[in-house]
């Protein structure tokens, strides 16, 4: 069984049995039987209409990618469809109109809507805060600081995640899970080496670089391969960019996200860190490796540990790792302090602004009910393949101990950089400075000043080159 489907059978497990414990045997007097009938006729109705929380009477759309995983053997917008029915029980004059996109043709789709005249955006959106937040600098978004009030911020696991929900003064989405990107060990390589002695298990399982590094030597010195530091393009460039800047507590940019920090005494002393351990044989010249590469390596067993690593990794690997004999060890990336800031995925919900305040109060409605409604909220958070942002929540899934780490390192969410303007340019730079440095094209100082100058550069809209 994956591990997907081991977490959702736990957490749907109550679910199923609350169903089944409400059938009942057939009646054999069919007067009493159809006076039960009534009855119950009676009693549903007057439950229904007590659940009723507005006669608010509208048409909405709500668009969203594949992220909620569907029931076996259903197409994708099935479980959709029945939260809706779900939501019309509370708004029955609400109608909802349902649109699965993809991921490849979606956000062309949107763009196009944003782009032309009279284009009719979607009232509601399930998307994740890089799209949502240039949605919003396009002006083209509600501000939801009603729904995101002081008392659900402060239920909030992490700023990281609420920082990345914000526009300026304003919140734009809606958050509703999220996961963090982690390293992954070959348990039989560490426990061999004896270096997982020196490994946190307890909790967030948070480990300091001093720690890393003696798992390094220990790997090393028992003659099992290291893992790559890979950069021949940007995919995963998310995880490299978490393991440089953690190691001695840098950071990708300054605090209000206008430069780049590359150059700074923190950041110098991590990627000069790693070339020594690169000398050493402790990680690998991944420079002509991409990050798929380093995660199939990893899987076949031939690494012993990976720097890119995800719940999404996890899952699309389960049968192959364990066709490999690779059990995962999963662990925060190390920081000279202990206390790591992650990157993450994070699921949200934004509203599109329609001028039409029947349209607007409904799409309100909508996503309070798929985020909050105490029936659908904690199933909606297990089928995105994520964790709850909201601390209120708890354990989603019941006691499993792999999720219980992932939900665990959710408090370490840092700050959210993919929403800054330029950050897909940027990420070419990003690599290319990796590269320069590993291979010895350029000093570490250097290599971090062109770096700083080409993606500063990148901060800059081009409609405001033109001015």
Known sequence: MTIWKRWTALALAGTMAA??????GKAQDEDIEE???????????????????????????????????????????????????????????????????????????IQALLEAEGGELPNVLLDEPGRISAYAKAGM?????????????????????????????????????GSNYVMAF???????????????????????????????????????????????????????????????????????????????????????????????????????SSGADAVASFVEGENSYCLLWSLPQAISNAEALAENGVEVVVMPYPSADGVPSLEYMLNGFCIFENGDEDKLQASRYLVDFLCNDEEVAKENVVRSG?????????????????????????????TYYNKVEGFEEMRVYWYQMEAEIINGEYSVED?????VEYADKTLVSKEKEEE
Not at 67 to 96: H, M, R, S
Not at 161 to 169: E, F, P, Q, T, V
Not at 255 to 281: C, F, P, V
Not at 447 to 451: E, H, L, Q, W
Request: hydrophobic share 35%; charged share 25%; aromatic share 10%.
């Open 447 to 451: 290599a971090t000043d062109s770096f």
């Open 186 to 288: 070959n348990r039989y390589m560490i426990e061999g080496s004896g270096a997982i002695e020196l490994m946190n298990r307890e909790g967030a399982c948070t480990w300091t670089t001093e720690a890393f590094e003696q798992v390094l030597e220990r790997l090393n010195a028992s003659g099992f391969n290291s893992g790559m530091l890979y950069c021949s393009g940007i995919a995963g460039d998310y995880a490299t960019r978490s393991f440089i800047t953690n190691l001695y507590d840098g950071s990708l940019m300054n605090e209000d996200m206008t430069a780049y920090t590359m150059d700074s005494e923190a950041n110098r002393q991590a990627l000069n860190k790693i070339k020594e351990w690169m000398e050493k044989g402790w990680i690998l010249n991944g420079s002509g």
């Open 386 to 414: 994520a964790f709850p942002v909201r601390a209120s929540m708890g354990d989603v899934y019941d006691g499993n101990a792999e999720a219980q780490l992932y939900e665990a390192l959710l408090p370490y969410s840092g």
């Open 141 to 177: 978004l509600e501000d939801l600081g009603d729904l995101l009030t002081d008392d659900v911020a402060a239920d909030m696991v992490s700023e990281g995640i609420l920082s990345a929900c914000r526009n300026g003064d304003s919140y734009v989405m809606y958050p509703l899970s």
């Open 35 to 109: 006076i039960k009938v009534e009855v119950v006729d009676e009693a549903q109705q007057e439950e229904e209409a007590s659940q009723v929380v507005s006669e608010l009477e509208t048409t909405i759309t709500w668009w969203t990618y594949p992220i909620f995983v569907q029931d076996e053997g259903q197409e994708d917008g099935a479980y959709e469809q029945t939260l809706i029915q779900k939501f019309n029980e509370k708004y029955p004059n609400i109608t909802v109109e349902l649109k699965v996109l993809d991921y490849l043709n979606g956000p062309d789709e």
């Open 19 to 24: 169903l089944l414990g409400g059938c009942g």
